[in-house]
């Protein structure tokens, strides 16, 4: 079982920039996709990004050219760095392995809020 610790959210005003980071308690090398998640208040949680153990990465249409993910093996660390964030990106943000169908179980996430 591994789990997940989600740091770096916050209040940012619109257009401004986040880097959110997911520590995880084991070794992700073995991981073929990792992904990033959120939720905002009363709505599904849904999949904003995956990367895949090779590099190749995916992205839901809503923050294509905005987000990026990317990670580190060696420090079994996955990132996601989002700029000219907008108020719909409110959300409380999670990272876990695996797409469509997570692996583990969730972290307590990190919040996200865009306003000014």
């Known amino acids: 079982q591994v789990q997940f610790v989600e740091s770096g959210g916050g209040l940012v005003q619109p257009e401004g920039s986040l880097k959110l980071s997911c520590a995880a308690s084991g070794s992700i090398f073995s991981i073929n996709l990792m992904a990033w998640y959120r939720q905002a208040p009363g709505k599904q949680r849904e999949l904003v990004a995956t990367i895949a153990s090779g590099g190749s990465t995916d992205y839901v249409n809503s923050v294509k050219g905005r987000f990026a993910i990317s990670r580190d093996n060696a420090k079994n660390t996955v990132y996601l760095q989002m700029n000219n964030l907008k108020p719909e990106d409110t959300a409380v943000y999670y990272c876990?392995?695996?797409?469509?169908?997570?692996?583990?179980?969730w972290g307590q996430g990190t919040q996200v809020t865009v306003s000014s």
């Open positions: 876990n392995a695996g797409g469509f169908i997570p692996l583990y179980s």
